[in-house]
């Protein structure tokens, strides 16, 4: 398997606590991954420390083979990585084209998307290009959030509950955005609470419990996990 993510017996602190307690996953390149879990798990830390976000790590984290654990958050970018917070980042200065530009370009990486290419995908961007970005729906502030990291040439894509709260014809079309990205090739891994949009999107599912993977599947072996994810997730 050639990995774009390899994660090996990482731990993570936010101050004085705790959160992940060797946490080991690997994610294939071109594969979409998703972290099932219920809040205060430890995805979005794990999310945070493959940026170099959260404060002490020990352990190990490949991106295409290149350990990255003590390099400073913007020599990880540089590594291929685009991480989607979930609170999305937009700047209400800025128009929404202005906030599509922002994020430089990242050496190293192949060319990423072209603004043509990106209001192409999302159409709602390009009619509200001249809007401030804080007056966009939730939904457009979204994809909005997710287009910025496009235009980069980040390859490996950390998305952090990108369709809590949003309509459902804005899911879908996230939805719609996530498969077409897989089949450009980009490697995807997705914090989600919505059960209903990761399961048709992912190739596999690692569940966190505790700062822990405690277990991994394909997506061909979901069916058969269900009632032992509804026992523990609540899904």
Sequence with gaps: MDKALEIVDLHAWYGESHILHGLNLSVAKGE??????????????ALRSIMGLTGLRNGSIKINGTESVGLPTYKIAHLGVGYCPEE???????????????PPMLSGTKRGMSVGEIYEMFPNLAERRSSP???????EQQMLAVARILRTGARLLLLDEISEGLAPVIVQALARMILTLKKRGFTIVMVEQNFRFAAPLADRFYVV?????IDHFTAAELEEKKPALHELLGV
Excluded: D, K, P, Y
């Design 32 to 45: 979409v991954v998703t972290l099932l879990g219920r809040n205060g798990a430890g995805r979005t830390t």
């Design 88 to 102: 999305r980042g937009i700047f209400s200065a800025l128009s929404t084209e202005e906030n599509l530009m922002l």
């Design 133 to 139: 970005g804080t007056r966009l729906s939730g939904g």
């Design 209 to 213: 419990q505790h700062g822990q993977a």
